[in-house]
């Protein structure tokens, strides 16, 4: 059964630029029948869909969020990850990565536990 | 962006009862509904998608129903591990948005 976890730091300087790593086990992220995307959730807030990327490299964002989210694949570690610039605290929150049956109107159907990302100096 | 808009927002039950969670879209989205499951610390888990259909190994005291812009989430009978926060998503456009969640607790 695929597995996914994400990585990264706990902590994040105002300003700076965050970076988490979402490692696939159990399969293989450059099957063509899945997207993989990052989802957020602030603090005593609902979820927030980011964006999903295809093996392929297409990436589709979500357009009411800032272009400061970028999504990229490597295929070779089985990993994805996403890169959020210039962090503020309100991008303090618990990301998690997901998977998504290809088509145009699947759910996420596997997810990682998340990851506490604090924004703070 | 679809407006997706979930009552109640908490809801205190008891083990065995029969709970209902309701998600209504800003506009019609078909049958493009799902819900979610998440507890802190735990992977979100899918319940149900295209607002009826029960994903595998979901226990079938979970359903779903509606379709347009009014869908709901039924849990038949309680169990202790259902307390958790629940989710709608429309996956009808984009961006894919959550309605804010309802918190299911303990009585």
């Known amino acids: 059964q695929m597995q996914l976890q994400e990585s990264g730091p706990g902590l994040v300087t105002p300003s700076e630029t965050l970076s988490l790593t979402c490692t696939v086990s159990g399969g293989s992220i450059s099957s063509s029948d899945y997207y993989w995307g990052w989802i957020r959730q602030s603090p005593g807030k609902g979820l927030e869909w980011i964006g999903i990327?295809?093996?392929?490299?297409?990436?589709y964002y979500n357009p009411s969020l800032k272009s400061r989210f970028t999504i990229s694949i490597d295929t070779s570690k089985n990993q994805f990850s996403l890169k959020l610039t210039s962090v503020t605290a309100a991008d303090t929150a618990v990301y998690y990565c997901?998977?998504?049956?290809?088509?145009?109107?699947?759910?996420?159907?596997?997810w990682g536990q998340g990851t506490l990302v604090t924004v703070s100096s | 962006d679809t407006q997706m808009t979930q009552s109640p927002s908490s809801l205190s039950a008891s083990v065995g009862d029969r709970v209902n969670i309701t998600c209504r879209a800003s506009q019609s989205i078909s049958n493009y509904l799902n819900w979610y499951q998440v507890k802190l610390g735990k992977a979100p888990k899918l319940l149900i998608y295209a607002a009826s259909s029960l994903e595998s190994g979901v226990p079938s005291r979970f359903s779903g129903s509606g379709s347009g812009t009014d869908f709901s989430l039924t849990i038949s009978s309680l169990q202790p591990d259902d307390f958790a926060t629940y989710y709608c998503q429309q996956c009808h456009s984009s961006p894919r948005t959550f309605g804010q969640g309802t918190k299911l607790e303990i009585k």
């Open positions: 990327i295809y093996y392929s490299g297409i990436t």
């Open positions: 997901a998977r998504q049956k290809w088509g145009g109107t699947t759910p996420f159907d596997s």
